[in-house]
Antibody
Framework: QVQLQESGPGLVKPSETLSLTCTISGGSISTNYWTWIRQPPGKGLEWIGYVYHSGSTNYNPSLKSRVTISVDTSKNQSSLKLTSVTTADTAVYYC?????????????WGQGTMVTVSS | DIQMTQSPSSLSASVGDRVTITCRASQSISDYVNWYQQKPGKAPKVLIYAASSLPSGVPSRFSGSGSGTDFTLTISSLQPEDFAAYYCQQTYSTPRTFGQGTKVEIK
């Protein structure tokens, strides 16, 4: 079955760029679109945005000026880049699959990767 | 953006209790609401989709109801493994938004 795995640096310096990758296994990236979600420590879930296999994207307006989500179909991966990070960007970052027949509920999640923004 | 106001933010309950969590949308969203359960250190898991549909494998003690702006997640008889955080999410429009969460604790 489809599995997702996030990867990337666990520590990023303020003002730098956070870069994460979500690797999709057990299925093709081209059959769906892919979402990024984050969760600051002890807080709730925040939707970052999504990307279709075509490269079409939709971002949360609160992050739109700093975020880029892309796909690499040859590697079956989605990537997240967040520029000019601050301590407020410290969070667990998840990739997830919205499932169309389920009203786009997120039916498959990666295990999440913790990113700390600190000098 | 559609705001999802979830209540209560936390509750204490005993095994066997009936538990109800509500979510109110800032505008009508038909039945485009999903509910998730999250245990500490784990990714969320979908419990209910499209307001009232139960995915295969989710116990039948979980149910969802509502349409328009008011939605409810009910646990008919709380089990030890149900102590967790619960979130609603709307998928009617972007940005997709979540409720603030409800933490269900042991009384």
């Amino acid at each position: 079955q489809v599995q997702l795995q996030e990867s990337g640096p666990g520590l990023v310096k303020p003002s730098e760029t956070l870069s994460l990758t979500c690797t999709i296994s057990g299925g093709s990236i081209s059959t769906n679109y892919w979402t990024w979600i984050r969760q600051p420590p002890g807080k709730g879930l925040e939707w970052i945005g999504y990307v279709y296999h075509s490269g079409s994207t939709n971002y949360n307006p609160s992050l739109k000026s700093r975020v880029t989500i892309s796909v690499d179909t040859s590697k079956n991966q989605s990537s997240l880049k967040l520029t000019s990070v601050t301590t407020a960007d410290t969070a667990v970052y998840y990739c997830a699959r919205p499932y169309g027949p389920w009203a786009d509920a997120l039916d498959i999640w990666g295990q999440g990767t913790m990113v700390t923004v600190s000098s | 953006d559609i705001q999802m106001t979830q209540s209560p933010s936390s509750l204490s309950a005993s095994v066997g209790d009936r538990v109800t969590i509500t979510c109110r949308a800032s505008q009508s969203i038909s039945d485009y609401v999903n509910w998730y359960q999250q245990k500490p250190g784990k990714a969320p898991k979908v419990l209910i989709y499209a307001a009232s549909s139960l995915p295969s494998g989710v116990p039948s003690r979980f149910s969802g109801s509502g349409s328009g702006t008011d939605f409810t997640l009910t646990i008919s008889s709380l089990q030890p493994e149900d102590f967790a955080a619960y979130y609603c999410q709307q998928t009617y429009s972007t940005p997709r938004t979540f409720g603030q969460g409800t933490k269900v604790e042991i009384k």
